[in-house]
């Protein structure tokens, strides 16, 4: 069984698909192709965990898993000390769950019968009930529409519907499924506060899967990179961009336009008049180096130096992987 401080453990976790296609008129052919193929991890009570992959890589087969929705092929799977798909009912009410693409809301009934609705379903107190949703409503700004119609509010109005749903009945996880998917900037901000502070005030442990690496680097201390069914990377966010993050760019705004510069410990990677792009492998030279050799090779009126995007070193592990 699991550890009181350990929420999830996968050990060597895999789901297969049996896929079929035409091999003549009456004939099909049947091959196996691997959705998740031998995953192992775990996740310790309070931590903010991104997972992370492009479209197919495994992440919703994984999460499916997690939540009892889908059996495994092989291997095996603990949350919160149960087996998922034969526990799912005892596990459904200890988890809390949002999946951008689907609604966990009544979509004909105001937002606040939803809320009511799942205070009977999950058959909570309802003093604490009536204490989480005040809380909820109150830092998620949610009051101006409590009566609305769900099918009446606006993506990011109903996100934050969803994740208040989600925790009204104090789980101990909560999975989020592209939570920020489609919202403005301003909403997004709101929902990531939000869980910052359910993950900090609540100790609430946190399973995120996201296309918004913005989602990644404000919410989660440690990432998973999953690509053909495959863990590819486990650890933090900051130790990844060391490891794979070695270029870094100089711009720097000459007095005068002239021709690229010859700088010996990096290179250019691009110009716009006076305004020059200058990468270098920061394990050969460092900031002051580059710096001082740009100096002494023209007038400088300005310059920043720019951290490589984490979208960009993904991209790059997955073209490798």
């Known amino acids: 069984m699991a550890k009181d401080d350990t929420i999830i453990v996968l050990d060597q976790l895999s789901k297969t698909y049996v896929v079929r296609t035409r091999a ?5 052919h049947k091959r196996e192709v691997p959705a998740v193929a031998e995953v192992s991890f775990s996740i310790q009570r309070g931590e ?26 092989s291997g095996s799977i603990e949350v919160l000390g149960l087996v998922p798909t034969r526990e799912r009912r005892r596990l459904a009410r200890q988890i809390g769950v949002v999946f951008g693409h689907r609604s966990q809301l009544w979509y004909d009934l105001p937002l606040s019968d939803s809320f009511d609705l799942l205070h009977h379903l999950y058959r909570t107190d309802r003093d604490r009930h009536e204490r989480n949703l005040a809380e909820f409503v109150d830092r998620l700004e949610l009051g101006p529409f409590m009566d609305t119609p769900v099918r009446q509010l606006s993506l990011g109005q109903r996100m934050r519907g969803e994740v208040t749903a989600a925790l009204l009945h104090d789980p101990a996880l909560v999975v989020l499924d592209e939570p920020t998917i489609g919202l403005d900037v301003v909403s997004k901000f709101a929902l990531r506060e939000f869980l910052h502070q359910v993950n900090d005030e609540r100790g609430t442990t946190v399973l995120l899967t996201t296309h918004d ?8 201390p440690r990432m998973m990179i999953i690509d053909g069914g495959r863990v590819l990377l486990d650890g933090s966010v900051s130790e990844f961009k060391a490891r794979h993050g070695t270029q870094r760019t100089v711009v720097v705004d000459l007095r005068e336009a002239q021709n690229p510069l010859d700088v010996r410990s990096g290179w250019v990677i691009g110009t716009d008049g006076p305004r020059q792009w200058i990468r270098f492998d920061r394990r050969k030279a460092s900031a002051a180096e580059v710096i001082a050799e740009i100096t002494a090779l023209a007038p400088v009126l300005d310059l920043t130096i720019e951290e490589p995007e984490i979208e960009d070193l993904i991209r790059h592990l997955y073209q490798g992987s």
């Open 24 to 28: 003549g008129r009456m004939r099909r």
């Open 48 to 73: 903010m965990v991104g997972y992370i992959g492009p479209n197919g890589a495994g992440k919703s087969t994984t999460i499916k898993m997690i939540t009892g929705i889908l059996t495994p092929t």
């Open 213 to 220: 690496l913005g989602d990644i680097e404000q919410l989660c």
